[in-house]
């Protein structure tokens, strides 16, 4: 495959980013830099997957401009407390779903905003969630399944 780099692991989570990488055929197959995610979400049969962990406003305008997401969106990714929702935006969903871990013994509620196109799915998770690898982990050993697209991960986070 013309595009395929040597999957290195990946740097330790920076400002927000927790992952950043492009599927074609169920299999990762790079992790990406955020500047290189619009680019790899127009090629056909392949995926963009972002995981974000309480990103800033610099972060979130970031995959905003890859992904040409609405302003409404971005505003409300960036300030949890939102109600549950599915916002449509042209051709892409705006989603806000309320988290819940057992922390202490005692539930402890946060919220995760998704962002869903043709091609890309962003994950936004803010207070208290449990992280999103062990899905991802889990789906990159059923590449059939992972295959179906940006829909089959929505569904599997969910």
């Not at 970031?62 to 449509?88: G, M, S, T, W, Y």
Request: with cysteine.
């Amino acid at each position: 495959m013309e595009n395929v780099r040597n999957l290195t692991p990946a740097p330790p989570p920076t400002s927000g980013i927790i992952a950043s990488s492009v599927y074609t055929a169920g299999r990762r197959i790079a992790d990406i830099p955020i500047e290189e995610a619009g680019d790899w979400a127009k090629k056909p049969d392949h995926v963009v997957w972002i995981g974000l962990l309480e990103p800033d406003r610099n972060l979130l305008l970031r995959v905003q401009a890859q992904f040409h997401l609405h302003d409404l969106a971005i505003e409300d990714a960036e300030h949890p407390h939102q109600r549950p929702k599915i916002e449509q935006y042209g051709d892409a969903l705006f989603i806000v779903a309320r988290t819940a871990q057992l922390i202490d013994g005692r539930v402890t509620f946060g919220e995760t905003h998704l962002f869903v196109g043709a091609g890309y799915i962003v994950s936004v998770r803010h207070g208290p969630s449990t992280s999103y690898a062990a899905v991802r982990q889990h789906w990159e050993t059923c590449p059939h399944s992972l295959a179906k697209g940006e829909d089959f991960v929505l569904y599997a986070i969910l």
